[in-house]
């Protein structure tokens, strides 16, 4: 499984980017993870493979939107109304194996394969 994220930027508070993960192989479950300097790296958004059953940490609810287009194996983390706070390196990350339940937000000890981060900058 090879991931490889892609469309981070610098952007005002209250614009919006989105980030792409483009995802080689087969995968079970998706997400999107971030870490600001200084802390630790913690899950925003996960979504199953095959689209569905997707989770939003409470800090991102209403203004982050995971998605999944099955066709290109893309998965997209749209994400309005930027504040400071939401810069960091964006990650996205994968694992393969069938889970009966996930945690939400994401745990980054459940993800086996990880892509390389991309950016995101949020200032006036």
């Known amino acids: 499984v090879q991931l490889q994220a892609s469309g981070g930027g610098v952007v005002q508070p209250g614009g919006s980017l989105r980030l792409s993960c483009a995802v080689s192989?087969?995968?079970?479950?998706i997400a999107w993870f971030r870490e600001a300097p200084g802390r630790e790296r913690e899950g925003v958004s996960s979504?199953?493979?095959?689209?569905?059953?997707?989770c939003h940490a409470d800090s991102v609810k209403d203004r982050f939107t995971i998605s999944k287009d099955t066709i290109k194996n893309m998965v997209y983390l749209e994400m309005n109304n930027l504040k400071p706070e939401d810069t960091a390196v964006y990650y996205c990350a994968a694992w393969t194996g069938f889970k009966s339940d996930y945690n939400c937000p994401p745990r980054k000890d459940e993800f086996e394969y990880w892509g390389q981060g991309t950016q995101v900058t949020v200032s006036s």
């Open positions: 192989g087969n995968t079970y479950r």
């Open positions: 979504i199953l493979g095959r689209g569905g059953l997707i």
